[in-house]
Each structure stands twice: as structure tokens, then as C-alpha cells.
């Protein structure tokens, strides 16, 4: 069975500090994604990793993927408080399937 | 721009009745999903359709069922509700093998 974690689920943290969040999963996958929701709000996707090593940066997000360690982070740069939501990850099960498991969200507040 | 949308923001039901949740998007994507958002749960996979008339449990099937009659509307069914199916439903679509988009959830509550 397919199993996300993320860490930390909640993280307070000043403007203008770096911090990276964590995606660990159990078994062999073709793809990760990362999503954001706001509060109230629908989620928002962010960034797709398909391959080993696979680095994607908007903004001052920057996500990369370690298929081999099954770890993906989410770095933040600099934050700002607009960057305050709650960020999945989810990764799908392997063999081609539609399937998503996400991660139980990071919630991220940005303090002036 | 891509668009999914749900048939109500909030919605409110007794105990028992039968519950229609709509969705419908206007991107021509194949695959379409139902999920529950829950606190402290994360969001868990209800139903998803990979074409009209196709369907595949997902990990959270019971009590709920599903229709997809045309390719840009995928409806989730509570055939009777129960309080423990008080939750944000969230309905997305996608491409095979693309990023899913979602729609904007139906809060649901059930006294």
C-alpha cells in the first residue's frame, strides 16, 4: 500500500528565513506533484516531477525528487507572508495508474 | 483557462436523504475524480472515471456511488447520507498522465 508522509504538518516561520519541507513515500512511483490550497479555497497545483533528480523552481519554491531515496522537498526562499497556505504532495501509483495519494498537507504560516 | 466547477459551495442535508454532487469541467479531460477533505486526514480518493461510463473505486468507495454520462460531468451520489459523511468534497480533472485541476469544493454537511 502506497503511503505519502509529509513533515512538518505545521510550520511557523519569520519572513525572509529559508525552510524546506519534506515528502517521504513507501513504494516505487512515476510521478510527484506538489500542490498549494489557500485558506477556504480549492488546491492549486504547483509543480510536477517526473524523473530522478527532477528540479523545479517558481518564485521562491523550489521542488526536486529523489526517486531513489522516495523523498521529494519543497524548499522556500526568503519567505513572504503570501506564501502562507497548506501544501501537498501527492504521488501516484505506479504502473501508469490515474490514481493519487496525497500527503496530509504542510501547513505553512509566514510571520511578518 | 482550465475550469472546474461544482454544483454549490455549502449544502446542508438531513440524515437519509440522497445526496447529488455535480461537477463539471470544460477542458476535455478524460480522467475525472472525487475526493473528501477531511482535517487532519488529508484528501482521500472517493471515485475516479477515466472515461464516460468508466469507473474505479477509490480508496474510500463505501456509502458513495458515481455517474459519468457525458465526458464533461461527473456526478458523486450519496444514496443515504450520514453524519459521518460531513466533509468538503472535492471534485478534479485531468489529462492522462497530467496534473489534476480542482474544482472550487462542496462544503456538506449532514444533521
Known amino acids: 500500500e502506497l503511503k505519502v508522509e509529509q513533515n512538518p504538518l505545521f510550520l511557523s516561520m519569520q519572513e525572509g528565513k529559508n525552510y524546506t519541507i519534506y515528502c517521504n513515500y513507501s513504494?516505487?512511483?512515476?510521478?510527484l506533484y506538489w500542490y498549494r490550497q489557500d485558506p477556504g479555497k480549492s488546491l492549486e497545483s504547483l509543480f510536477v516531477?517526473?524523473?530522478?533528480?527532477a528540479v523545479k523552481q517558481e518564485g521562491r519554491l523550489m521542488a526536486s525528487l529523489d526517486t531513489k531515496a522516495r523523498l521529494s522537498t519543497l524548499h522556500i526562499t526568503a519567505a513572504v507572508h503570501d506564501l502562507s497556505a497548506t501544501y501537498f504532495c501527492?504521488?501516484?501509483?505506479?504502473?501508469?495508474?490515474?490514481?493519487?495519494?496525497f500527503g496530509k498537507g504542510t501547513k505553512l504560516t509566514v510571520n511578518p | 483557462d482550465v475550469k472546474v466547477t461544482q454544483s454549490s459551495r455549502y449544502l446542508v442535508k438531513r440524515t437519509g436523504e440522497k445526496v447529488f454532487l455535480e461537477c463539471v469541467q470544460d477542458?476535455?479531460?478524460?480522467?475525472m475524480f472525487w475526493y473528501r477533505q477531511d482535517p487532519g486526514l488529508g484528501l482521500r480518493l472517493i471515485y475516479f472515471?477515466?472515461?464516460?461510463?468508466?469507473?474505479e473505486k477509490g480508496d474510500i468507495p463505501e456509502g458513495y456511488s458515481v455517474s459519468r454520462e457525458k465526458k464533461e460531468r461527473f456526478s458523486l451520489i450519496l444514496e443515504s447520507a450520514s453524519t459521518n459523511q460531513t466533509s468538503m468534497y472535492l471534485c478534479?480533472?485531468?489529462?492522462?498522465?497530467?496534473?489534476?485541476?480542482f474544482g472550487p469544493g462542496t462544503r456538506l454537511t449532514v444533521t
Open positions: 501527492a504521488v501516484d501509483h505506479q504502473g501508469g495508474s490515474e490514481k493519487l495519494v
Open positions: 472515471s477515466y472515461d464516460v461510463k468508466m469507473k
Open positions: 478534479a480533472s485531468s489529462r492522462a498522465f497530467y496534473e489534476q485541476y
Open positions: 516531477l517526473l524523473s530522478n533528480g
Open positions: 477542458m476535455d479531460h478524460e480522467n
Open positions: 513504494t516505487t512511483s512515476d510521478r
